[in-house]
């Protein structure tokens, strides 16, 4: 599994309402004084305690208490890291399946009529461009290496990354393609909205607002997406 470089961090005072069955108010009280003098220090989140933290709480709880919060901690910190790498994966064929739409309808103008903007297409590509750029900035803001969270060892994964056939094969027709598209889409958006809320969950409110314009924008894909399906399908 991959490591974490060492950064600092600092608890935020409304996380100790979380652990109130378990620690006593006098631990709290002494645990918050100890956690209020780091507040100076540049920290990636609350959720992310580091080792000098983890100690001083430990002296201040009950025996077992401090190692549990930082396997939660650990295990969100995972999760999270295992969401932004899977959608950076995600977010790079998207790119791939875009550029592979555009030279089909280019290839099949008369197919595509006038119901199927390239313009718009390219500005799909473009967007998801952008949306690889932030997911490798949010897993480096973390503090981590965007290169090993990338999926390598899931083999079904894996698979449905690679261009579809239908785009290689010269019978199959635009609509095919759109289809074969929106598959992908409409999995990539579902996973977005997934990842929104465990950032929500998670307290990083700002990568959350910052996320925001990319499930926006993945939702606009997918209405032109079914909109031309529809408009094709019934031409």
Aim: hydrophobic residues 35%.
């Amino acid at each position: 599994m991959p490591h974490a470089r060492k950064s600092d961090s600092h608890l935020n005072p409304d996380q100790h309402s979380r652990f109130s069955k378990t620690v006593t108010d006098d631990a709290l009280a002494s645990t918050s004084n100890t956690l209020e003098s780091n507040k100076a220090k540049i920290g990636l989140h609350p959720e992310f305690i580091d080792e000098m933290d983890l100690q001083k709480l430990s002296k201040s709880v009950p025996d077992g208490t401090a190692g549990d919060i930082k396997k939660v901690h650990q295990h969100n910190t995972e999760l999270l890291l295992h969401k932004l790498g899977q959608r950076l994966a995600f977010e790079r064929a998207s790119v791939r399946l875009y550029e592979a739409l555009i030279i089909k309808c280019l290839a099949n103008r008369k197919e595509i009529k006038t119901v199927i903007s390239l313009d718009q297409l390219r500005q799909f590509r473009d967007e998801e461009v952008e949306h690889s750029l932030l997911l490798k900035t949010a897993i480096e803001t973390l503090g981590f290496d965007p290169d090993e969270w990338i999926p390598d060892t899931d083999s079904t994964l894996l698979a449905s990354l690679q261009i579809p056939k239908v785009f290689t094969k010269k019978n199959t027709t635009v609509l095919q393609c759109l289809e074969s598209v929106l598959i992908f889409a409409t999995n990539d958006n579902s996973e977005w909205h997934t990842l929104h809320e465990l950032f929500t969950n998670m307290g990083l409110k700002d990568l959350a607002d910052e996320f925001n314009q990319a499930l926006e924008e993945d939702s606009r894909q997918l209405e032109a997406l079914s909109r031309w399906i529809y408009q094709l399908s019934h031409a």
